[in-house]
């Protein structure tokens, strides 16, 4: 008798293991594998609901989970132009890039080469991200339209630069550079493209109250090429001197859009010098 209770008593148990065991539930993870210049991870997914009682006749199944978090992290800049990938974002945040527009397959490809292919004193932006910055700032185009003031005309040119050499190599580097040397429209339509968009009226005075009156402050200034963010021009009545400040100010409004506007730095100096 003692027996069979023991026996009933084991098959109780393993049945209630039996059934305990179904009620756990696997959890899949996902794992997102980044690209090159490695993206950013996505925003966090919701917690998951909790689980419903198994009653007879069952019971409702639990709350589901909260929300993912609305912001991922951005991407580590590992490639070896300092382009990093994109950094993820939850659902409401997907298209947003710290209040700038996300960064275009034209731009990244741009600031790629132009930052491999042109080292030294034809170096055209301080680093790969006031160039992704100022890149963004400008139409983007098409590789196959005629040359024009745009992002895609300046790619052009820094691909260009690639398996060029000497004289050539200068030539298309600073083709693709901000002023682009007349090719990509002026150097005064570069300068005043990136100048509308940065220095705004939140900045003033050091702003222009119109894209016309910003050309038109330019084409009164000397013309001195080359440009270069190497070895900068960066105290002169230039618009080579207004044109890198005014690529500093894509990312440092506070301290460069003064001198972008002849301020302090970029000035005549009433000695008859530059």
Not at 181 to 191: M, P, V
Not at 208 to 227: E, N, R
């Amino acid at each position: 008798m003692i027996a069979r209770r023991l026996s009933l008593g084991f098959r109780a148990l393993a049945i209630a293991t039996i059934l305990g065991a179904c009620t756990v539930r696997d959890r899949v993870i996902e794992i997102i594998v980044p690209s090159d210049g490695s993206d950013g991870s996505d925003g966090s997914d919701g917690s998951g609901g909790t689980a419903g009682t198994t009653s007879d006749p069952p019971e409702a199944g639990g709350a589901g989970g909260g929300d993912g978090s609305l912001t991922g992290t951005g991407g580590s800049m590992t490639d070896s132009s300092g382009i990093g990938g994109q950094g993820g974002a939850g659902d409401s945040a997907r298209d947003s890039n710290d209040g700038r527009p996300p960064v275009s397959e034209v731009c990244r490809q741009y600031c790629s080469d132009v930052m491999d292919y042109c080292p030294g004193a034809l170096k055209q932006y301080v680093d790969a991200q006031h160039c992704v910055v100022a890149c963004s700032h400008f139409a983007e185009g098409l590789i196959t339209d005629s040359d024009g003031n745009n992002a895609a005309c300046r790619q052009k040119y820094a691909s260009k630069a690639r398996y060029a050499q000497g004289a050539e190599r200068d030539a298309y580097c600073r083709k693709a550079g901000p002023g682009s040397e007349g090719t990509c429209g002026s150097i005064c339509d570069g300068f005043c493209t990136l100048m509308m968009a940065t220095c705004t009226p939140k900045f003033a005075p050091y702003n222009f109250p119109s894209h016309q009156l910003c050309i038109s402050a330019c084409t009164a200034l000397p013309d001195a090429p080359p440009y270069t963010a190497s070895v900068p021009d960066l105290d002169s009545n230039t618009a080579q001197c207004r044109l890198f400040h005014v690529s500093r100010a894509v990312l440092d409004p506070d301290e460069h859009c003064e001198h972008a506007m002849g301020v302090t730095m970029c000035d005549s100096k009433g000695d008859g010098s530059l």
